[in-house]
Every structure is written in structure tokens, then in C-alpha cells.
């Protein structure tokens, strides 16, 4: 069994920063890449930004430059810096994994976290 959970969400105003963690736990062998998504409401879910497991980093046109994707392998953990936050990063964020959960599993498992509200208000 694996669980992911993320924390760190709230109101902030336009122009203002805010961290999202996620922490993995459970029944986990290793842990290939984790990554942000965003739903925001009437859309679909977004991708936002992905950091494999020796730290190489992607993001999404809408968040380059403001946005910040990290790990710490030992935690099992990623976090996401955002910065200079917009009215249109208001959604859910959804924690991600690639989750190997024993020896000579052919491939990782999709794992997502329940979501964290992120509201940009003044």
C-alpha cells in the first residue's frame, strides 16, 4: 500500500509565494518520477512540473520562471516553490509518483495524492 499526501496549500494574494509538499510512504522499493498537476475549476487537469529521480526538472510554459520542483530521495518527498502567483494558478494541485513497489517489477505504478487547494485572491 502506498500513500501519497500533500500539504501546503491556501489563499495568497496575486504577486505572493506559496510551498507544496508531498511526502510517499508505504510499501515502496523505489521511486522514478514525481511530478506537480493542477485542476482548476471546468478544466481538465494540467500538467505543471516533473523532477526525475536524479533531479533533472521540467515544467510548463504557464509556470517556467516562477515555479520551483525539488525532491529529497531520502524523504521521499516533493516539494513545489511557487512564486509571483496569478489569479490562473487557482486549483487543486495533485501530488504525483512512479512508484516501484518490489524487486523486478516491470515498470512503476501511477500514484496521486487526494489534492491541495491553492486559491490566488485578493
Known amino acids: 500500500q502506498v500513500q501519497l499526501v500533500e500539504s501546503g496549500g491556501g489563499l495568497v494574494q496575486p504577486g505572493g509565494s506559496l510551498s507544496l509538499s508531498c511526502v510517499a510512504s508505504g510499501s515502496i522499493f523505489s521511486i522514478n518520477d514525481m511530478a506537480w498537476f493542477r485542476q482548476a475549476p471546468g478544466k481538465q487537469r494540467e500538467w505543471v512540473a516533473t523532477?526525475?529521480?536524479?533531479?533533472?526538472?521540467t515544467y510548463s510554459e504557464s509556470v517556467k520562471g516562477r515555479f520551483a520542483i525539488s525532491r529529497d530521495n531520502a524523504k521521499n518527498t516533493v516539494d513545489l516553490q511557487m512564486n509571483s502567483l496569478k489569479f490562473t494558478d487557482t486549483a487543486v494541485y495533485y501530488c504525483?509518483?512512479?512508484?516501484?513497489?518490489?524487486?523486478?517489477?516491470?515498470?512503476?505504478?501511477?500514484?496521486w495524492g487526494q489534492g491541495t487547494q491553492v486559491t490566488v485572491s485578493s
Open positions: 504525483y509518483a512512479g512508484i516501484v513497489t518490489r524487486a523486478l517489477e516491470p515498470r512503476p505504478q501511477n500514484y
Open positions: 523532477v526525475s529521480s536524479i533531479g533533472s526538472t
